[in-house]
């Protein structure tokens, strides 16, 4: 689980204890005390293995989770402001994957740009890639295209150089929606 919204955060935890096998809980530090959101009261869950749609759009999917939504969708707001009409996927459980949400949505959309805070290389964005290529290939409008961290050890000091920023995932929406 990696949640991005407080919301989420109790929920899948909630459910995550729930579950009878082990879970691994990610929270990520970079939006503690930053993520602002309203979180009902009382006991709730949020289904382990199951996306959601946190924007609606036709012409380009972005899939994200944990810190990575924020920049996503001020991304993808930015974008609209360009004519581009993205939709952002937040997995919320990276796995199991909610594979059948990422593809309808490229379906309908057919263009992806993943993005996440790890390396390109070996980094789960690659076996989105490839179940994307396995599963909606001929709905594909352009190449699937990953905004990850660099191929480097993780500079602590250098934390904004290193990681997806909102340029960096805006240039990669424009590039695959002009393709």
């Known amino acids: ?100 949400t990422v593809v309808a949505s490229v379906k309908k959309t057919g263009r992806v740009v993943v993005v996440h805070e790890a390396p390109k290389s070996c980094g789960l964005g690659a076996e989105i890639v490839s179940l994307i290529n396995e599963k909606a290939f001929l709905h594909l409008e352009a190449p699937p295209v990953r905004v990850t961290g660099f191929d480097t050890p993780f500079p602590y000091t250098l934390e904004n150089e290193y990681l997806p920023s909102v340029e960096r995932i805006g240039e990669a929406m424009r590039d695959t929606a002009a393709f």
């Open 1 to 100: 689980m990696c949640p991005a919204t407080p919301a989420d955060a109790k929920g899948l935890l909630l459910s995550s204890l729930r579950d009878p096998d082990p879970v691994l809980f990610f929270e990520p530090k970079r939006i503690y005390r930053a993520a602002k959101g309203e979180v009902a009261e009382g006991e709730y869950t949020v289904p382990l293995g199951k996306a959601r749609v946190a924007r609606p759009g036709k012409q380009v999917t972005i899939v994200t989770w944990g810190a990575m939504l924020y920049e996503c969708l001020e991304a993808a707001n930015q974008a609209a402001g360009q004519g581009v009409d993205v939709e952002v996927v937040d997995l919320r459980t990276l796995w199991p994957l909610d594979i059948e």
